[in-house]
Nanobody
Framework: QVQLVESGGGLLQAGGSVRLSCAAS????????MGWFRQSPGKEREFVAA????????YYADSVTGRFTISRDNAKNTMYLQMNSLKPEDTAVYFC??????????????????WGQGTQVNVSS
């Protein structure tokens, strides 16, 4: 059974930084593309970033490009999302995601097979 556990959220100020972590178990982590999504109240869950098996290729939503960095440590079965230059519009619950098909880039919620429970990020102006 796949388990994804996020951590690292909190209350932050605009312009600040935070790093989210996603600890994975129940899957051969290094053989899966992985991704981050977020969801704000009243909005649909949206793609934030994704990363290839080795971490050599990364993919970002336009809204976070240049501010967020996704990375992974396969030896620790952990993925990260470094979030810099935070804006109030980044306020959301952030979810770790593993795709249904391990070599698929999880760019949409329909492609996700396993979700974490989410971690709240609140950015005040």
């Amino acid at each position: 059974q796949v388990q994804l556990v996020e951590s690292g959220g909190g209350l932050l100020q605009a312009g600040g930084s935070v790093r989210l972590s996603c600890a994975a178990s129940g899957l051969t982590f290094g053989q899966y593309f992985m991704g981050w999504f977020r969801q704000s109240p009243g909005k649909e869950r949206e793609f934030v970033a994704a990363i290839s098996l080795s971490g050599s290729n990364t993919y970002y939503a336009d809204s976070v490009t240049g501010r967020f960095t996704i990375s992974r440590d396969n030896a620790k079965n952990t993925m990260y999302l470094q979030m810099n230059s935070l804006k109030p519009e980044d306020t959301a619950v952030y979810f770790c995601a593993a795709p249904r098909v391990r070599l698929a880039i999880p760019r949409s919620p329909s492609m996700v097979g396993s979700w974490g429970q989410g971690t709240q990020v609140n950015v005040s102006s």
